[in-house]
């Protein structure tokens, strides 16, 4: 089904260009970066992981958002989410394939990656960390892939296929899950230190994952013969809108602990975060953004009439994808370093060979994306569904 | 003093494995050694290292005594800038190690006051617990050991140490500033340290194997004694529980539960 990608418009070969070209800059300050070291990000002693560990823990939640098609499908029998379940699944592998990159452009050391094979180690969080996406990315290639052949071919998918699919349905809960446990179990470091965490990050990944996905649906839409469905986007939105609440109150619980008791450790983030704290303010304008998205998210999404529209929807949409990037792709990884152990205030902010490789492992996102789209369109186009 | 092969080979094997830093180089040079100099590294078992520090008697001037020793014994450069720096052992205010007991009715005295900090070489070391190869360990000994050859450099261990004791090589060690570092390496006999790696304090583990005080410990002893105590918390005898009787001693953070080996008498 491979060549499936290799035939496409003129549209689609700039695209597919465009995003190679970003991918080779990428590339480049990815060489720089090994060349030199860490020191050429913003990282610092005090703040030893930024934007990197920030957009893997973002994309997780992206792609366990993918199982929110898969579990009413299999599990609930809803099966107006047949025509997309693939969109789902092959969205879940491109966030991986960036989660695994992100992690991967963050070691120090990077060529002795496979020492957690080597020396693998249970106690360690990243451990399991690394089984499950590794697990979930499998999963859905396979799945995927077995799926949508079947459908080419206008054959239901082998049995076995079936018994992977009800395994990815707790396995999607499990990498966000697992990759909240990577801060929450951490003492001394506040901000991240509650039993809330995991819940906090799959509302914000059944927000996000589904907002992504709706917006992909009307792209598609809009640039092929496939027409993932009104009714499905309209369900889609609704999961976004009940998860997307379900975010906004588990992150108001977290004030309330925090400012009710007046714990200083338990309100020092919140502080930095929202009014800065000696001066040091480099992510107030940011939160507060995130804040007035989170508003507006749920005023479009909440109120029927705007949900049911189509172009107030994508604008809610966008606010979601807004709102949870900036608290989980910037804040919440920050935060969690300021103040540092000593009760004082190192800021961070990335640098341009960061940004640039953050933006070519994006790109690299996007295009294993964009073919995986293109194949399951193209098959769904060919089969006239 | 006569050594024995046994001892010699310990010996041998430590050397080798910290100045090769390969399990393969002492496979070649002493095949079947390395589980048995492994095995004794530290001074014998069942022992628990801990230092005592002596706040009412402790100088700025010791302190960067001590910090320069630990740091030219250890190869550990200066970068330069505070961003990316690399400490083992260093000095620090009063309401920044103590963040919680800090009050604005604190005597002047104690507000202002310098605290020697490093690695509390934790009994219950988060560091050790999250990671993901094993490179940061503890010892028998209860030393917080680091393997800079097998860290691949997540910063995990960073994150995980409620103490900042931690330092992360952003950039090559051995292409710091020349200007701030003129000899650098100043200690051939302790390995340098590739880019990408995490380090920090060891207690000197290469030295104690010798029988050897720590490095900052000796330098203070140079200044005046027994103001850092190092010693064996598990002998009742021992210079560094005597001190823990005769005197009241606190230690940072202990409400986290990875119980510090590091004392303060105040």
């Known amino acids: 089904m491979l060549d499936k990608a290799l035939r496409g418009s003129n549209r689609?070969?700039?695209?597919?260009?465009?995003?190679?070209?970003?991918?080779?800059?990428?590339?480049?300050?990815?060489?720089?970066?090994?060349k030199m070291g860490l020191k050429v990000t913003g990282l610092s002693r005090d703040v030893s992981w930024g934007f990197y560990i920030a957009q893997f823990t973002y994309l997780v939640g992206v792609a366990a958002g993918g199982v929110m098609v898969v579990m009413p499908y299999y599990l609930h029998d809803y099966k107006a989410f047949g025509r997309i379940t693939i969109l789902g699944e092959f969205l879940a592998v491109a966030a991986v394939t960036m989660c695994l990159l992100f992690i991967f452009v963050d070691l120090g050391n990077p060529v002795r990656i496979m020492n957690v094979i080597m020396y693998p180690t249970p106690n360690s969080i990243l451990f399991w960390d690394m089984i499950v996406l590794n697990g979930y990315l499998?999963?859905?290639?396979?799945?995927?892939?077995?799926?949508?052949?079947?459908?080419?071919?206008g054959m239901k998918y082998q049995s076995w296929v079936k018994?992977?699919?009800?395994?990815?349905?707790?396995?999607?809960?499990?990498?966000?899950?697992?990759?909240?446990?990577?801060?929450?179990?951490?003492?001394?470091?506040?901000?991240?230190?509650?039993?809330?965490?995991?819940?906090?990050?799959?509302a914000s990944a059944f927000a996000s994952g589904p907002a992504i996905l709706i917006l992909l649906c009307l792209v598609v839409r809009r640039y092929t013969r496939f027409n993932p469905g009104r009714e499905q986007i309209g369900t889609l939105a609704g999961i976004v809108t009940y998860a997307f609440v379900l975010n906004v109150f588990f992150f108001l619980l977290e004030l309330f602990t925090a400012f009710y008791s007046q714990i200083p450790g338990h309100m020092h983030t919140f502080e930095y975060l929202f009014v800065g704290v000696h001066g040091h303010n480099n992510l107030v304008p940011w939160m507060w953004t995130a804040a007035l998205f989170s508003v507006i998210a749920l005023v479009l999404l909440i109120v029927p009439a705007s949900r049911r529209r189509e172009s107030t929807l994508t604008a809610g949409c966008i606010a979601v994808f807004i709102s949870t990037w900036i608290d989980k792709g910037m804040a919440l990884v920050v935060g969690g370093f300021i103040p540092n152990p000593f009760e004082k205030v190192t800021e961070?902010?990335?640098?341009?060979?960061?940004?640039?490789?953050?933006?070519?492992?994006?790109?690299?996102?996007?295009?294993?994306?964009?073919?995986?789209?293109?194949?399951?369109?193209?098959?769904?186009?060919?089969?006239g569904a | 003093m006569g050594m024995d092969r046994r001892n010699f080979l310990k010996?041998?094997?430590?050397?080798?494995?910290?100045?090769?830093?390969?399990?393969?180089?002492?496979?070649?040079?002493?095949?079947?050694?390395?589980?048995?100099?492994?095995?004794?590294?530290?001074?014998?078992?069942?022992?628990?290292?801990?230092?005592?520090?002596?706040?009412?008697?402790?100088?700025?001037?010791?302190?960067?005594?001590?910090?320069?020793?630990?740091?030219?014994?250890?190869?550990?450069?200066?970068?330069?800038?505070?961003?990316?720096?690399?400490?083992?052992?260093?000095?620090?205010?009063?309401?920044?190690?103590?963040?919680?007991?800090?009050?604005?009715?604190?005597?002047?005295?104690?507000?202002d006051q310098f605290f020697l900090i490093t690695c509390n070489h934790c009994t219950n070391p988060p560091c050790c617990r999250v990671c993901p190869t094993r490179a940061t360990w503890q010892r028998s000994d209860g030393v917080v050991m680091m393997d800079?050859?097998?860290?691949?450099?997540?910063?995990?261990?960073?994150?995980?140490?409620?103490?900042?004791?931690?330092?992360?090589?952003?950039?090559?060690p051995r292409k710091a500033p020349e200007d701030l570092n003129p000899d650098f390496p100043p200690n051939p006999d302790y390995p340098t340290r590739s880019k990408g790696v995490v380090e920090k304090c060891t207690f000197c583990a290469e030295r104690i194997a010798k029988g050897m005080m720590p490095a900052c410990v000796e330098a203070a002893d140079t200044i005046k004694e027994d103001v850092l105590i190092f010693g064996d918390l598990s002998n009742p005898d021992s210079r560094v529980r005597k001190a823990l009787r005769a005197n009241y001693s606190i230690r940072r953070k202990p409400e986290l539960g990875t119980e510090p080996n590091v004392f303060y008498i105040v």
Not at chain 1, 143 to 153: D, M, Q, T, Y
Not at chain 2, 150 to 160: D, H, Q, V, W
């Open chain 2, 148 to 172: 800079m050859h097998r860290c691949i450099g997540c910063r995990f261990c960073m994150a995980a140490c409620p103490f900042g004791a931690r330092s992360f090589n952003y950039g090559d």
């Open chain 1, 138 to 153: 499998f999963l859905n290639i396979i799945i995927g892939w077995n799926v949508l052949s079947a459908e080419r071919k």
């Open chain 1, 348 to 383: 961070y902010w990335p640098t341009a060979p960061e940004l640039g490789i953050t933006l070519g492992v994006w790109a690299t996102g996007f295009f294993v994306l964009t073919v995986l789209f293109k194949i399951a369109v193209s098959v769904k186009e060919e089969v």
């Open chain 1, 163 to 202: 018994v992977l699919i009800y395994i990815s349905i707790p396995w999607a809960f499990s990498i966000h899950t697992v990759t909240a446990f990577l801060y929450a179990g951490i003492p001394g470091r506040h901000y991240w230190l509650t039993a809330i965490m995991a819940a906090r990050f799959l």
């Open chain 2, 11 to 111: 010996v041998a094997g430590l050397s080798t494995l910290l100045a090769a830093g390969g399990k393969a180089a002492v496979d070649i040079l002493a095949p079947g050694d390395l589980e048995a100099s492994m095995k004794s590294v530290p001074l014998s078992e069942g022992k628990r290292w801990a230092m005592v520090i002596d706040m009412r008697h402790l100088n700025e001037e010791i302190m960067d005594a001590c910090t320069a020793a630990c740091h030219r014994e250890h190869n550990v450069p200066d970068v330069g800038n505070t961003k990316n720096e690399i400490k083992w052992i260093w000095k620090e205010k009063y309401e920044h190690i103590f963040p919680g007991q800090q009050h604005e009715y604190a005597s002047e005295k104690y507000k």
């Open chain 1, 12 to 34: 689609y070969w700039w695209w597919i260009l465009s995003l190679l070209a970003v991918m080779a800059i990428g590339f480049f300050c990815y060489l720089y970066q090994f």
